[in-house]
């Protein structure tokens, strides 16, 4: 079974940081790009970061570039996002989910995310 | 950047009803659109991926239209395990964008 499983979600001040770490089983972890979508309460999802799984393309939303950073070690089968510089608007669920892809008959590549994890809060606030 | 809107952003439907979602985008994005539902709680669970594919083990009342700008989620008879938010996302250019959603609940 397919499973992704995030931690290290929690209460850090404004200014803080914090690492979370997303654990995959049930599938060839190396083989396959990764994401973070968040969700603030009460609100909709936002793209985070995404992640190649040769870690060779990284790509971040504006509204966390330069102060997060996304990585993975396809020895631990295990995915990251290192949060610095934390802001009350950073409160959320942070969501990881894997990227999933086909080619279709012209070579068109198609990606959705599919599946996710449960979730790990992260709330900012003195 | 892409941005994505939906409509409704809510709707009440009653149990049989055929329930339709319109998404749009702000530039073509040619058949690069996947919808998500999720109830409160929950992670999202990918319903359609590509506009127009099912996802493996979803139910056939689910299905999705649409290419360019205008897209389309239609419930054929909805059930009570449906009542949820749902969501379009482009993957056609980063940053990756969500739609605002769209909260189907009970009648």
Known sequence: EVQLVESGG????????????????????????????????????????????????????DSV???????RDNAKNSLYLQMNSLRA?????????????????????????DPWGQGTLVTVSS | DIQMTQSPSSLSAS???????????????????????QKPGKAPKLLIYAASSLQS??????SGSGSGTDFTLTISSLQPEDFATYYCQQSYSTPIGFGPGTKVDIK
């Open chain 1, 10 to 61: 929690g209460l850090v001040k404004p200014g803080g940081s914090l690492r979370l770490s997303c654990a995959a089983s049930g599938f060839t972890f190396s083989s396959y790009s990764m994401n973070w979508v968040r969700q603030a309460p009460g609100k909709g999802l936002e793209w985070v970061s995404s992640i190649s799984s040769s870690s060779s393309y990284i790509y971040y939303a």
């Open chain 1, 65 to 71: 570039k330069g102060r997060f950073t996304i990585s």
């Open chain 1, 89 to 113: 608007e950073d409160t959320a669920v942070y969501y990881c989910a894997r990227g999933e892809y086909y080619y279709d008959s012209s070579g068109s590549e198609y990606n959705w995310f």
């Open chain 2, 15 to 37: 149990v049989g009803d055929r329930v339709t979602i319109t998404c749009r985008a702000s530039q073509s994005i040619s058949s690069y659109l996947n919808w998500y539902q």
């Open chain 2, 57 to 62: 083990g979803v139910p056939s009342r689910f």
